[in-house]
């Protein structure tokens, strides 16, 4: 044993010296994997959107460089020419011997981080590009933190505990819970590892923790802010490629993560001082959000009046105003606080602009009033425009007398006619809005060659008949808003949250509070005698229950019970589910399949349901190894057959199929009549078709106890 | 060179990032790099200096752009422009010199030089001569015949040592950059030892139990003040603690461990403890050149308390950080403007912060310096000695050329 030990103690070391002398990775991913900014994002990458004028991967890239990151590998899906193009005529190339190297990894068919970290991992293989721990962000993130402690952090705890390979940055920030989805969170105090992670619960919504958490010690927060930033080993990739259907970092990844138990995996969370920055631009609202913020420069030194990144220095004045030097502006102008006003931009007389970002080459007329909004380059305001907390993208013109209501997006190349009036919170581009409805997680527009098909091929004609939308002389197409968006559209504009909105949101916070107090105080520790913790999980039951019939009828083609039960399985841990739900949700989807399939008569129903039992069995066997399981299933049954008449008359005949088939023990079917005895009369008419079979079973034990004695 | 590009360009990085903080490591970094720069530059044979000037020059552009607010990049630039057109002024005169002393001399200027190999020892000391007079003389190289007397032994028996070594192979182009060299290590030693020499004055000026106020923290103060302290003078210290970096707290520290008598005090309470105070000394970010001092923030208040009160205030300056520049500038008097998250902590008024949605909205501005104008200075300690702010402007003149000061 002791033999044994020796060479394994040296090993350590030997790794512990290779830690020391790796390179500092990053993966930096640069597309977002969501829709959030489109339309902008049809036509240009999220990551090169410019934030305060500087485009976003260039304050990734300068915070990885300045925390002492050596190695970036960029990873680009769509648009990714654009993001490759913009990094080579970029200072991360042209820079001689650089600190930081920049490479590039394109993938145009990943549609998701899974798939994108699933390519990482298969080109791995060939040339194992990632030594060992790296960071993971995403190219939208604006920070400030140092990350070289953190990062030892994390090898320290991997050195000691194999199974933390993940550690996840957190900050406090009790402002954005009002603006984005609310995160919940529950952590070991002492150790940091994170127990419990749960994205967009609504407000005073109830949120169930798993009971063996509350073994111990449990930091509950509600006002933390996942920064996005992790520490990841390179067992996350691996991970990965193991579970194909893991798309979402957080919701599949980190959850699956937390519920199986079987590899153990750890997460920990890293909270990060405040005085340091870190955001994810994740929407139009954070966009607006983070730009301020550096403004107000909580972002030092990544801010407009230093050159971090190669980006031109602007001249900070008082008030917070950034001007460039060679601005020209007229006099009359009023330049509020808080502004910042790009190069070779021209401001014509008598004008009134505040709080605003303008781009570089603009030329803007008199008379305008410009607030809240974000203008970018080249774009041309004429005379008496007013724009109002809107984003106005490269080389839009806006004619005369045009007004923009709040709420606008007005993506490349856009003209607004004379005088006309842009409706509030529309978005406004020269391609017309994809006809397929997308879910949320979709791929943001693979390539622009097929974009630039949408406009050529599609319709000019259109385009001349639609004109009218836009007033005189425009060109453009307004994008619908499908009416459920729009009653959230406020949560996600630039606008500032709406007076009446945010007392809402205030009123109803002071609610819960008195309501939680007893229940769960905003972020405390729960002890472990609490059961205070809901454990209502009727919605998430509900979704679960549909996966499994879709996957188990999918899987019925494949006639393949190993393959059904890996696909359930892996089903039942990304909702955390019992495995008596489980039971029942494959029950449910079996009697689905027999009502389903074709029959004439309740005989052949009955024939069909028991051919499927017999053969699926084993599925269900699984998951019923216990009587109170079993239970579960014939309650479920007995639901079911509530519901459709045709099961009805066959309920005791497939309760003593099962019983028949072991699917389910006698002490299954005596315990649910006894539960059932005292239960209302309108309850017990399936209990009354099966008297007969319980009857039959209870003398059957009788016997068998009289020969045993 | 290539490696010498990406030396600079990595100092650039650490300039724009502020990754480099405080006067003297920026001079240091800033000077030694120079100092690699010159000696890997190429001269051709006609113009030397020029070429190393404009080597000099290209690269002390970029570092200044690269953070402006610190001046002190800018002046060790300068220093360096200003050794190199001395150098060459020194050569040329001794070369006309050597003329003259040697009859046996050749026709053209390198062959000149070889000539001279041995009596090089009288070709720098009239080099010396010929700077001292070609200059007009300063006040301070009038009442303080030393220190001039002592440099130039120093610089003639260097340079014959050196001499004798590369006699064979000496050319002017190497002689100059050898110069330029030897006097860039000059600077480097001088402003490696700027704090010796500082502190070494100290007991002229801290007497018998006196109480010394200081805000912020500087090295130059603490090896002042410790410098006295090893003196046997007992005194008492006041630090104000310099919010928001609370730096004050630091030194506080480094000096009870070093057993001043220390106590720290908030900066708004240096106007109600002035009254006790024998001196005001505090270090300087930068001196201009009309004796305004650009200094942490906090200091403007702590000088205009001392002038009420009467109390001398004493600034300390290494002789990197006189700038050659007056403050009507506006490109000097640039302010840093750090993150308000020193202030507050992000979130804290997030309310009054996001502005745009109400009537009014919070700014928060965080600067780092304070500007004190010249006439609340009372004396200047230099590692050259002390001066009256009136002075700063002749000092130096000693230090930089007239055609460096627009870069």
Not at chain 2, 174 to 187: F, P, W
Not at chain 2, 332 to 351: A, K, M
């Amino acid at each position: 044993m002791g033999a044994q030990k020796k060479p394994a103690a040296a090993r350590v070391r030997d790794d512990s010296e290779d830690l020391t002398r790796q390179r500092l990775q990053a993966i930096v991913l640069a597309d977002s994997f969501t829709t959030q900014f489109r339309p902008i994002t049809l036509e240009r990458p999220k990551v090169l959107l410019p934030l305060v004028n500087i485009p976003m991967i260039d304050y990734t890239l300068a915070w990885l460089e300045s925390a002492g990151i050596e190695e970036v590998f960029v990873f680009c899906c769509a648009h990714s020419s654009q993001v490759i193009d913009y990094l080579e005529k970029s200072e991360w190339y042209s820079r001689p011997n650089p600190n930081l190297l920049v490479r590039t990894i394109v993938s145009p068919k990943s549609t998701s981080v899974g798939d994108a970290l699933r390519y990482i991992y298969e080109q791995q293989t060939e040339t194992s590009q990632i030594q060992g721990d790296f960071v993971l962000v995403s190219g939208d993130t604006v920070s400030n933190m140092p990350l070289a402690g953190l990062i030892q952090e994390h090898r320290d705890r991997k050195k000691k505990d194999e199974k933390a390979i993940m550690t996840m940055v957190i900050k406090k920030d009790s402002r954005l819970g009002i603006v984005s989805d609310q995160l919940f969170i529950a952590v070991d105090p002492l150790t940091k590892q994170l127990l419990h992670y749960e994205e967009g619960t609504a407000r005073g919504g109830d949120v169930c923790l798993d009971k063996s958490l509350l073994d111990s010690t449990v930091l509950v927060c509600n006002d933390m802010q996942d920064c996005y930033i992790d520490i990841c080993s390179p067992e996350v990739l691996s991970l990965f490629e193991d579970n194909f259907d893991y798309q979402h970092l957080r919701r599949h990844f980190v959850n699956g993560l937390l519920v199986d138990d079987i590899m153990g995996y750890k997460i920990f969370t890293h909270e990060i001082q405040s005085s340091f920055y870190a955001a994810r631009i994740d929407n139009l609202r954070s966009y607006d959000m983070v730009s301020k913020n550096i403004i107000q420069r909580w972002t030092y030194p990544y801010v407009p009046d230093i050159n971090f990144s190669g980006n031109r220095p602007l001249k900070l004045g008082r008030q917070g105003i950034y001007r460039a030097s060679d601005a020209v502006q007229s006099r009359s102008t009023n330049i509020g606080a808080s502004t910042v006003i790009g190069y070779g931009t021209k401001i014509g007389n008598g004008g009134k602009i505040f709080n605003s970002v303008i781009g570089n080459g603009c030329s803007i007329g008199s008379n305008v009033v410009i607030q809240g909004s974000y203008i970018w380059n080249n774009v041309t305001i004429e005379d008496g425009c007013e724009i109002r907390n809107a984003i106005v993208c490269d080389g839009v013109k806006i004619r005369a007398g045009a007004v923009l209501q709040p709420g606008v997006v007005l993506s490349f190349n856009v003209v607004v006619g004379r005088n006309f009036v842009v409706p509030a919170y529309s978005k406004v581009s020269l391609l017309q809005q994809p006809t397929t409805e997308d879910s949320d997680e979709e791929l943001e527009y693979a390539d622009r060659s097929g974009t630039a098909d949408l406009l050529s091929g599609v319709n000019n004609l259109q385009l001349e008949s639609k004109a009218s939308e836009l007033g005189p002389d425009r060109t453009g197409y307004i994008w619908e808003v499908c009416d459920s968006a729009h009653d959230e559209e406020w949560k996600h504009s630039v606008i500032p949250i709406p007076m009446d909105k945010l007392a809402d949101i205030t009123r109803a916070m002071d609610d819960d509070d008195i309501e939680d107090e007893s229940v769960v105080p905003p972020s405390g520790e729960l002890k472990s005698d609490t059961d205070s913790i809901n454990t209502d999980a009727n919605d998430d039951y509900g979704y679960f229950e549909r996966e499994v019939e879709e996957t188990f009828l999918m899987a019925i083609i494949k006639d393949d019970v190993d393959h059904v039960i890996r696909l359930i399985n892996s089903r039942r841990f990304a909702y955390n589910m019992a495995s008596a739900d489980c039971a029942g949700a494959v029950f449910y989807s079996m009697m689905r399949l027999a009502v389903n399939t074709p029959h004439n008569s309740a005989s052949e129903l009955y024939r069909n349901a028991t051919t499927i039992i017999t053969k699926w069995k084993g599925v269900l066997g699984l998951y019923l190894k216990q009587t109170d399981e079993q239970i579960e299933v014939i309650m479920k049954f007995e639901e079911m057959c509530e519901e459709s008449a045709e099961l009805g008359p066959l309920f005791a005949q497939i309760v003593h199929f099962l019983y028949d088939k072991d699917v389910v023990q006698e002490d299954a079917i005596l315990r649910w009549g006894e539960e059932k005895a005292g239960a209302d009369e309108s309850d017990k008419v399936y209990l009354k078709q099966c008297e007969a079979l319980i009857q039959w079973l209870k003398e059957a034990s009788e016997e068998e106890e009289e020969e045993d004695s | 060179m290539p490696d010498v590009q990406s030396t600079v360009v990595e100092f650039v990085n650490k300039l724009r990032k502020r990754k480099i903080e405080g006067s003297q490591a920026t001079a240091k970094c800033t000077v030694e790099l120079l100092r690699s720069v010159i000696s890997h530059q190429r001269v051709p044979h006609a113009n030397q200096a020029a070429a190393l000037i404009d080597a000099v020059k290209a690269v002390g552009e970029q570092l200044v752009a690269a953070n402006p607010v610190e001046l002190a990049v800018g002046n060790v630039v300068r220093r360096v422009l200003h050794i190199i057109r001395e150098e060459d002024l020194s050569l040329t005169t001794a070369a006309m010199g050597g003329l003259d002393l040697l009859d046996a001399s050749d026709d053209d200027d390198v062959d000149n030089c070889k000539g001279i190999g041995y009596p090089a020892m009288s070709a720098a000391v009239v080099a010396a001569a010929a700077r001292s007079t070609l200059r007009p003389p300063s006040l301070q190289t009038l009442l303080e015949g030393t220190p001039e007397s002592a440099t130039v032994p120093y610089t003639s028996s260097s340079g014959a040592d050196s001499e004798s070594k590369t006699a064979d192979k000496s050319s002017l182009t190497r002689k100059l950059k050898h110069d330029v060299i030897e006097g860039v290590n000059q600077l480097i030693h001088e402003i490696a030892g700027c704090h010796e020499q500082i502190a070494e004055q100290a007991i002229e000026h801290i007497h018998q139990n006196e109480v010394i106020l200081t805000l912020g923290s500087s090295r130059t103060v603490l090896e002042f003040l410790c410098a006295a302290k090893e003196k046997k003078r007992s005194f008492r210290v006041f630090v104000a603690e310099g919010a928001p970096r609370y730096q004050g707290h630091l030194l506080a520290k480094e000096l009870v461990a070093r057993g001043l008598q220390t106590t720290v005090i908030t900066d708004s309470a240096v106007f109600a403890m002035i009254s006790r105070v024998n001196m005001v000394i505090i270090g300087a970010h930068a001196v201009m050149a009309n004796g305004g001092v650009i200094g942490p923030v906090g200091v403007n208040m702590a000088a205009l308390a001392a002038q009420k009160h009467a109390v001398p205030f004493v600034v300390l300056a290494g002789s990197h950080k006189l700038c050659p520049l007056y403050p009507h500038n506006p490109e000097v008097l640039l302010n840093e403007l750090r993150s308000p998250s020193e202030l507050l902590d992000f979130g804290e008024f997030s309310d009054c912060l996001d502005f745009g949605a109400g009537s009014g909205s919070l700014q928060v501005v965080n600067p780092t310096f304070d500007y004190v104008p010249p006439n609340l200075v009372s004396l200047f300690i230099t590692d050259t000695g002390g001066h009256n702010p009136s002075y700063m402007y002749r000092l130096i003149a000693d230090y930089y050329s007239a055609d460096d000061l627009v870069m």
